[in-house]
């Protein structure tokens, strides 16, 4: 037998003091595994009846157990209207049946099946949860995603940047085209959220460094955290990649000395090849001392208490902080420089690991033949000391 003892704080809702009942079965572990399933269903309705929509749960429960035996849609809501007393009860018929929609009881499902169906990255997960439980939040139905609610929404996040403001559109789209495709079966206008990407451009313009703040930087940094700087300022790559640079990837290609780095943002080495950039002519000597001298096989002697990818990273960061500037501030410096040269667009993407974008078949087959020879001219266009920056050109 199975029996479980309600607990007096919601004994009148539920209409009973205990369960009890019989698993039909003189087995021990099958009569175990029946009763484990009771409990967590009894255990539900608990839950529900401590709740603050303990009526919703039961008209919910009434209309599942409708649909479990077949009743159409159409009658099930006639059955609802007939026992209905009030307009709270209506509107929570409408729920229970799907006629409103709230939206935070589809936030879990939605970023489950974005995890199982569409098998996003954790990171995304986070940030689709970030957004959409603000979103359904903020909305509560699907009837009060209008224009004008959307408008007031994102006035109300003005702090958003413009990429942001992409990434929500994005996220909350993909909601509703859920909603739409799997719980209403209807079509959503989903032009209701352009106006997310109406506000004015919040972005600040990642600062270009001078000349004089480099040498500023490179005068007050230790030998560690200049040795990364000085990579990153005549390659414009980022500082995970140069953290993670290990000593064997200093290679000779073509007789030309050059990096070869197999990590970066949404690169790994084990699902992506490596991006051969040649080492500039001012920092030559150098890397090979480094190469020469490496003791735990990493070209920079971070030392972090993990090896991990992003420890690498955020400890170079931090101590590239220590300088009074940024590791990024290199990045945006060295795709600024040159652009002000005769360089080839795509030898200068190639160089600092930009994607190369949305050619066709044919210029991407000819951007496969970059090799160290044809950008070591592009990285040599890299001039920290006729470098002269006009934020106003």
């Known amino acids: 037998m199975f029996e479980m003892?309600?607990?007096?704080?919601?004994?009148?809702?539920?209409?009973?003091?205990?369960?009890?009942?019989?698993?039909?079965?003189?087995?021990?572990?099958?009569?175990?595994?029946?009763?484990?399933?009771?409990a967590e269903e009894i255990q539900t309705e608990i839950d529900a009846a401590r709740g603050t929509d303990w009526d919703l749960h039961?008209?919910?429960?009434?209309?599942?157990?409708?649909?479990?035996?077949?009743?159409?849609?159409?009658?099930?809501?006639?059955?609802?209207?007939?026992v209905a007393d009030t307009e709270g009860d209506v509107r929570n018929l409408e729920i229970a049946i799907g006629r409103i929609v709230i939206l935070a009881d589809h936030t879990e499902p939605y970023l489950q099946y974005c995890a199982d169906e569409k098998q996003n990255k954790l990171k995304t997960l986070q940030s689709k949860r970030v957004y959409v439980e603000d979103f359904a939040n903020s909305f509560q139905t699907l009837g009060d995603v209008t224009q004008k609610n959307?408008?007031?929404?994102?006035?109300?996040?003005?702090?958003?940047?413009?990429?942001?403001?992409?990434?929500?559109?994005?996220?909350t789209r993909g909601f509703l085209r859920y909603i739409s495709e799997r719980v209403i079966f209807e079509k959503i206008d989903l032009s209701v959220l352009d106006s997310?990407?109406?506000?004015?451009?919040?972005?600040?313009?990642?600062?270009?460094?001078t000349k004089e703040a480099f040498r500023q930087a490179e005068a007050c940094a230790d030998l560690v955290t200049r040795d990364a700087m000085r990579i990153m300022a005549y390659t414009g790559r980022r500082g995970v990649s140069v953290a993670n640079l290990r000593a064997e990837d200093v290679v000779y290609l073509e007789n030309i000395l050059c990096f070869r780095f197999a990590t970066d943002k949404s690169r790994r080495p084990d699902t992506h090849p490596p991006q051969i950039v040649p080492v500039h002519s001012k920092i030559i000597d150098r890397v090979?001392?480094?190469?020469?001298?490496s003791e735990d096989g990493y070209l920079i002697a971070l030392?972090?208490?993990?090896?991990?990818?992003?420890?690498?990273?955020?400890k170079l960061q931090r101590l590239i902080a220590k300088t009074g500037i940024t590791g990024h501030q290199f990045r945006t410096t060295v795709i600024t420089m040159l652009a002000q040269t005769e360089a080839k667009e795509s030898h200068s993407r190639a160089v600092v690991g930009h994607q190369i974008g949305k050619q066709d078949v044919h210029e991407r087959s000819y951007v496969k033949l970059r090799t160290p020879s044809t950008?070591?001219?592009?990285?040599?266009?890299?001039?920290?000391?006729?470098w002269l920056w006009n934020e106003y050109w």
């Open 5 to 38: 003892r309600i607990p007096e704080d919601v004994q009148i809702r539920l209409g009973q003091k205990k369960v009890r009942r019989s698993t039909g079965t003189d087995s021990e572990k099958i009569a175990q595994r029946q009763a484990n399933i009771w």
């Open 58 to 82: 039961r008209w919910k429960k009434a209309v599942g157990e409708e649909r479990v035996q077949g009743t159409p849609e159409e009658r099930i809501f006639d059955l609802g209207l007939d």
């Open 150 to 171: 959307v408008v007031h929404w994102t006035d109300k996040n003005n702090h958003w940047k413009s990429a942001t403001q992409r990434v929500v559109q994005a996220h």
């Open 196 to 209: 997310i990407t109406t506000k004015k451009d919040v972005s600040k313009t990642k600062d270009v460094l």
């Open 288 to 293: 090979k001392e480094l190469k020469d001298l």
């Open 303 to 314: 030392n972090t208490m993990s090896d991990g990818v992003e420890a690498r990273a955020n």
């Open 375 to 386: 950008l070591q001219a592009t990285v040599e266009m890299i001039d920290w000391d006729n």
